[in-house]
């Protein structure tokens, strides 16, 4: 059973600010099944990025993934008011645990 | 374009029986590339994959809930449905319904119904 480990848990950041979230997989993954959603309070997740870094229809492009193997970032280049949320990768049917990017 | 609408009991009491419908609309489930997914949410928690079913009704569940869940679907009434037996408290939770695409993540989602199993 693959688990996926988020790092770090909370990121405090300013807007305007480069945000890096980091997703551990605990062996090596494909990339072809790894994805990032953003989830705000109330609110269903919403699919930012699959395939590790291909970018879903309608995300701008300040949001990137990267990443191969067992290591995989998201990156948001400058943190915009609507970004502060908790940000989940996924592969397959497992989810990580998160990382909540709230505004410092 | 594609949306999808969670719809059962708000309270379900405990030993009983969860049953949650999704429906799809603005395009069909049989139009292929897609699988048809559960996830849920513990009050606080992070994301939980429930399972998946094809529009041909092949399915995977999580092993963790295999024993009481049960997955169907209906192409002709463009919904499918999940059912969750001998419930607890433990099954309180948001459950969400998405689209998923293949090699492409889960695109579209429900905006999730509240399930609390309580007496």
């Known amino acids: 059973e693959i688990v996926l480990t988020q790092s770090p848990g909370t990121l405090s950041l300013s807007p305007g600010e480069r945000a890096t979230l980091s997703c551990r997989a605990s062996q090596y993954i494909s990339s072809s099944y790894l994805g990032w959603y953003q989830q705000k309070p109330g609110q269903a997740p919403r699919l930012l990025i699959y395939a590790a870094s291909t970018r879903a229809t309608g995300i701008p492009d300040r949001f990137s993934g990267s990443g191969s193997g067992t290591e995989f970032t998201l990156t948001i280049r400058r943190l915009e008011p609507e970004d502060f949320a908790v940000y989940y990768c996924?592969?397959?049917?497992?989810f990580g645990p998160g990382t909540k990017v709230d505004i410092k | 374009q594609v949306q999808l609408q969670e719809s059962g009991p708000g309270l379900v009491k405990p030993s009983q029986t969860l049953s949650l419908t999704c429906t799809v609309s603005g395009g069909s489930m049989n139009s292929g590339g897609y699988y048809w997914t559960w996830i849920r949410q513990h009050p606080g928690k992070g994301l939980e994959y429930i399972g998946y079913i094809y529009d041909t009704g092949g399915t995977y569940y999580n092993p963790s809930l295999k024993s009481r869940l049960t997955m169907s679907v209906d192409t002709s009434q463009n919904h499918f449905s999940l059912r969750l037996n001998s419930v607890t408290a433990a099954d309180t939770a948001v459950y969400f319904c998405a689209r998923g695409v293949f090699g492409g993540g889960m695109d579209v989602w429900g905006h999730g119904t509240t399930v609390t199993v309580s007496s």
């Open positions: 996924q592969q397959g049917i497992t």
